[in-house]
């Protein structure tokens, strides 16, 4: 679809219908059938491909979950294989981080993805706001962070990898 959502065309068609029978209830003309048939049937085809097609934005929303969760389990290969292997530095400092800070809970509470389709190749900023607990290394204790990350992506062989990411430490309450 076109758009993020199909559910207000599908109830518009689907409403639609609904009146065009009722109409031809009381009228009985047949064109008024045939466009009741026409608008239950474009109600349902645009439900049915909303429901095949998954937008990029759509996977994008999905995708950070599965980080999060890799993050918590301490998939280190996982997150690695969302990383462009082509960015040294980025996968480096990423190994860095997953080695000195071991999350026992990843909890995205915000997550805004901007999609850029038009590009070539296609780009998306993802705005998150990440609740992390766990132990740091370096200080030995448990503890929890809200941080506010900024991750950008671009579509590569038909695949969504992070190209940069961006985190500061946030307090609650203080939207980002």
């Known amino acids: 679809m076109p758009f993020e959502s199909s559910l207000p065309l599908v109830v518009s068609c ?7 029978v009722f109409v031809w209830l009381r009228v009985q003309a047949r064109w008024l059938l045939a466009v009741a048939v026409l608008l239950a049937a474009a109600g349902v085809g645009c439900f049915v491909s909303d429901w095949l097609v998954e937008t990029d934005r759509e996977y994008l929303l999905a995708f950070f ?5 890799a993050a918590e389990k301490q998939d280190v290969a996982t997150i690695m294989a969302a990383l462009d292997p082509e960015l040294r530095p980025l996968r480096e400092e990423a190994e860095r981080v997953l080695k000195q800070v071991r999350p026992t809970e990843v909890v995205i509470t915000k997550c805004d993805v901007t999609v850029e389709p038009a590009k070539k190749p296609p780009e998306a900023v993802a705005n998150l706001i990440v609740r992390v607990t766990g132990n740091v290394i370096d200080k030995g204790t448990p503890g929890t962070v809200l941080a506010g990350v900024k991750v950008l992506l671009h579509k590569k062989d038909g ?7 961006e985190g500061e430490q946030v307090r609650p309450g203080q939207g980002k």
Do not use: F, H, Y
């Open 14 to 20: 689907l409403l639609g219908a609904v009146v065009a």
């Open 65 to 69: 979950p599965r980080l999060a969760r």
């Open 159 to 165: 695949k969504w990898l992070v190209k940069d990411a």
